[in-house]
């Protein structure tokens, strides 16, 4: 995944030369569009494709949405940062993007200043989408999680090797808990895990076969040592900065 700010006819030729040996390397594009009209600007250069991935969905139009879902373009949002972006820069387009059949996923952006926590990213999703929609395009707890999960795969291109518990796949999981007091008494564990879960809940991680967290505990690293190391290097580039 090769990510890009598409912005001026410098880094569209830059990408022109970029793309040609990205396909030759099997790599994918992400870029992240922060203006008006790019949409158009990539298509006109012949840049859309299957394999490009586009960031924060705000401002786009039906024409473009159109092109999106006939190109097999996937778009990806990132509620937690984009809800905190002024009205004037545009709204996340969920309801229109699917109502256009573009392929979607969500993300996290800027991992360094807001909260990474996923299940979060699930619940400004759901609410703000339920706020400025309604049930006019219904979007229920159990797609969230698809978005969260197999969706994600999917816009990657990595569906055939992860993303949902299939024999044959990755054993990628997370256990949750659900007899906490925060999720109990649980009806409908996508509700549940859209609604209620925390990252304290997760008790068990497995990424690729190998067991990163059980009973709530990483098995694979010094959590104190890593959070000095974030702090000393947090206290060094404040430095830095000051100087």
């Given at each position: ?34 203006a ?27 024409e ?106 990755r ?13 109990a ?25 190998r ?6 505990q ?26």
């Amino acid at each position: 995944m090769i990510r890009t700010h598409c912005v001026g006819i410098f880094r569209l030729k830059l990408l022109a030369r970029s793309g040609r040996k990205l396909g030759l390397l099997g790599c994918r594009l992400r870029c992240i569009l922060l203006a008006p009209v790019l949409i158009m600007l990539l298509e006109k250069n012949g840049f859309l494709g299957a394999d490009v991935q586009l960031v924060h969905p705000l401002l786009t139009t039906a024409e473009e949405r159109k092109i999106l879902h006939a190109r097999g373009v996937s778009y990806s949002m990132s509620p937690v940062g984009e809800s905190q972006r002024p009205a004037s820069a545009g709204v996340i387009q969920l309801a229109e993007l699917l109502e256009a059949g573009v392929k979607v996923s969500m993300s996290i952006d800027l991992t360094g200043t807001y909260n990474v926590d996923f299940f979060q990213c699930m619940r400004f999703l759901y609410h703000l989408h339920r706020h400025r929609v309604g049930n006019r395009i219904p979007l229920t707890a159990k797609r969230l999680v698809q978005l969260a999960t197999l969706d994600g795969a999917v816009d990657l291109g990595i569906a055939n090797r992860t993303g949902s518990l299939t024999p044959g796949k990755r054993a990628d999981l997370i256990l949750v808990r659900t007899g906490d007091i925060n999720m109990a008494p649980m009806a409908d564990p996508y509700e549940a895990l859209v609604n209620l879960a925390q990252p304290r809940n997760v008790d068990t991680v497995i990424a690729d076969g190998r067991v990163l967290q059980r009973g709530g505990q990483f098995t694979r690293l010094d959590y104190q040592e890593v959070l000095r190391e974030a702090i000393d290097a947090g206290k060094a580039l404040r430095a830095r900065g000051a100087g």
